[in-house]
């Protein structure tokens, strides 16, 4: 249910943008209007989020401890994936970021003939990572709509991107991976069973969402090639809050430019917020050193105890009795 | 009670989910998964509301009339009180990475023992409640209503959970379902929904100071008896002190260790060696319990009796305290024991008094590990072993959940019995040390009515030890575990018959060259050392052991 309602959406939302420009001319909404309004929407969501989160303390040191604890001067310790410094946090915090050290971990879990067997499964990893990458990559790329003129270092990445030149214009393999991994990660809600027993729609709509922001743009590009100077002319007036409709870039732009509006907006409010959540997870971003430095609580309060004086007064006979010293005869 | 299914019939699990959504999935009382409701007098004796009798399997389970409000409100406390939580609640991507990580699900392919769904049994109430999607698109966004049929469907999961954090190591975003448990159950200890299991043990530990309720006097004679049996194997004379003020060294271990075997053999270990050393140490009956099942209902409760502990060293006016070998306890005192009831600035920076080694990892809680003591010792030559006395064992090591998750103490028991045994062989990788698989039982599951969860549970560790004893004949299972020593034995005769489970400190006593002593023909289990009656024959022992 949750699949077929967020393919649902999507298909509608692309719907929406279609008819509200080719229709009803509407580019001034879909052009300028929805794509501020997600940007403020995107930002002020994204901050309230996490100053919500860091309103709740930590009150306990819990680093999850995955390598050897630092003791002994002559024990060899691990110092990344069982940090005893902010150093090794930074190590670790950066590892788990970019490289998802964590997920890299991964094995497969079976039974079989009755035995439980462990098998290397880094498909996962893979195409997580490969989805972020790409994204980011994709992401950077599109800032030479943003800059006038481009970057250096921008045409540098998209001459990397392209290097294979294959076509023209060159195909550029980031937006390519990024489809192919999000559909292998949607693959996996449908294919494993287990998966597809615990997603709910606010997984799958993501997905649907940016697969739809990839093929559109893809298509722009390659296909249903848009007038390119036009664009920029649009995007460089969003930047520079100057923003204007220019006649004759294609409805197709304006579905793209919906559709990332829509990620934008639905991105606080989702899942998506393990961006920024991944910093603050207090058992990968504390160091194992709460025995050497006392981590204090912010919110302690006292608590009623049995002291040893209660324990005396209870036992005193037998404790004598049994020749243990105590406080009172 | 006995589990009497057979292990293959056991180890023959299906994964496939059920045909119905897990919301429309309601959890059926399997005998033998849970454990029996807590007695009114234990939830009394601490304080814990809504003592009354009660049955998991009643259809009333009698909860205060306000108990929505209460859980709401204390869902609402905790998200305020706890960022793990608060973040846990929010990010997970349902990437699915931990689910066959969890031993309770491998054992038992029940899908809501994926962490993951496990979480969202929670994260469910917590859309409905707290986001502005789950109240306006409730089951559309993941969301439910919270019913009593959920209390139910919580007390059943979060109880089939040891808080291993295993899920936690895979996890791209460390979200542990452990932190997720541990506020689940205190929510359920609200409503007075405590297992019996737990309950006696904390009230027990509340007020005799150890969780199995042993008063003062049964403390001092149950290691007299240990003493007695030390002298019979070594003819040493062993005479501990106990709540001796002015002592260097406060030791704590968990009562487990006095009561059942092999964890006594365990404590008879360390008997031995802080004899041999001739340590100034004492023992405490007020602070007689170093593990913490206080820990398995709520925050305050374990802070309640882990304030035994600093507060005794602080009466003795000892200068640091040695902690024995137990998994949870370790957590606890090395996660969150100074931050409840320190400063212990009454104590001093601990310094080994034979080697001289400042412990400076444990410079501000002044609590050091057995092992890492026992490890720098060996490390300076400071003790002599016999390691032929181990050459009947054919020994594997079990990292313990929480000492190797929730501190990574993998090294120095390994140091310990690499020195003290001759045969020494390591389960896989994927099986141990940061991804070791529980025994099963852990926080609090270790009762009797719930044996086929614990075999469950136990299954990966069972299989795991399984393939080394087919391996290279392994026959002893080694560990720094208290719960472990208490609840391996029967998951190894079910799964792994043949292999015996002990201590590290059981081990090195059992090779300890003591000063004075007699010719060993014993072990620690005052079992016939093999091949010692003849004389002089070690060599041939050594040979057997090489095989």
Known sequence: ?329 | MENEQKPEELANIDFNPPETGWMDTPPEFKKGIFCYGSRPSYLEAVGFPNAREWKPTDEDWKLPDNWKEIVLEGMKERLEKYRSFKIFMDICVRCGACADKCHFYIGSGDPKNMPVLRAELIRSVYRRYFTTAGKMFGKLAGARDLTEDVIKEWWYYFYQCTECRRCSVFCPYGIDQAEITMVGREILNLLGTQTDWIGGPVANCYQKGNHLGLEPHAITSNIEYLCDDIEEITGITVEPSFNRKGAEILFVTPSGDLFGDPGTYTAMGYLMLLHELGLDYTWSTYASEGGNFGFFTSMDMAKRLNYKIYAEAKRLGVKWILGGECGHMWRVLNQYMDTWNGPADFLEEPVSPITGTKFENAKSTKMVHITEFTADLIKHNKLQFDKSRNDHLNITFHDSCNTARGMGIFEEPRYIIRNTCNNFFEMSDDETREKTFCCGSGSGLNAGENMELRMRGGMPRGHAVKKVQEKYGVNMLANICAIDRAVLPPLMDYWAPGVDVCGTHELLANALIMKGEIKRTQDLRLEDLPGVEDDDDDEENNEEGEE
């Open chain 1, 1 to 329: 249910m949750g699949m077929l309602f967020s393919l649902f959406m999507v298909a509608a939302l692309i719907v929406v943008a279609y008819a509200g420009v080719a229709v009803v001319n509407m580019q001034n909404l879909f052009g300028v209007v929805i794509p501020y309004a997600a940007i403020a929407i995107f930002l002020a969501g994204v901050i309230l989020k996490v100053l919500k989160w860091s309103r709740s303390p930590v009150p306990f040191h819990i680093p999850t401890t995955c390598g050897q604890q630092k003791s002994l001067p002559w024990i060899k310790h691990s110092s990344t994936d069982n940090p005893q410094t902010t150093g090794g946090v930074i190590m670790r915090m950066a590892l788990e970021i970019f490289l998802f050290r964590s997920l890299f971990r991964n094995i497969k879990s079976e039974v079989t003939d009755g035995r439980a067997t462990y098998g290397s499964d880094k498909l996962l990893w893979l195409g997580g990572l490969a989805f972020h990458l790409t994204f980011f990559t994709v992401l950077i790329r599109h800032l030479r709509f943003f800059a006038e003129p481009v970057p250096a270092m921008i045409n540098t990445i998209d001459a990397l991107d392209g290097f294979m030149q294959i076509g023209v214009p060159h195909l550029l393999m980031s937006g390519v991976i990024l489809v192919a991994a999000a559909a292998y990660l949607l693959w996996r809600r449908v294919g494993i069973s287990q998966v597809k027993y615990i997603s709910l729609a606010a997984d799958y709509f993501p997905l649907f969402l940016i697969i739809s922001i990839g093929l559109t743009g893809i298509i722009m590009r390659y296909f249903a090639k848009v007038d390119i100077v036009s664009v920029k002319k649009m995007t460089m007036g969003l930047v520079s809050l100057n923003p204007v409709v220019l006649s004759g870039v294609g409805s197709i732009f304006y579905i793209h430019m919906f559709l990332i509006s829509v990620l934008l907006i639905y991105f606080p409010f989702s899942k998506l917020m393990h961006m920024g959540g991944v910093f603050l997870s207090p058992t990968r971003n504390l160091s194992n050193n709460s025995r050497e430095k006392r981590h204090v609580n912010p919110w302690d309060y006292p608590v009623k105890v049995h002291t040893y004086e209660q324990y005396e007064d209870e036992f005193r006979e037998k404790m004598k009795e049994a020749g243990i010293p105590v406080e009172k005869e």
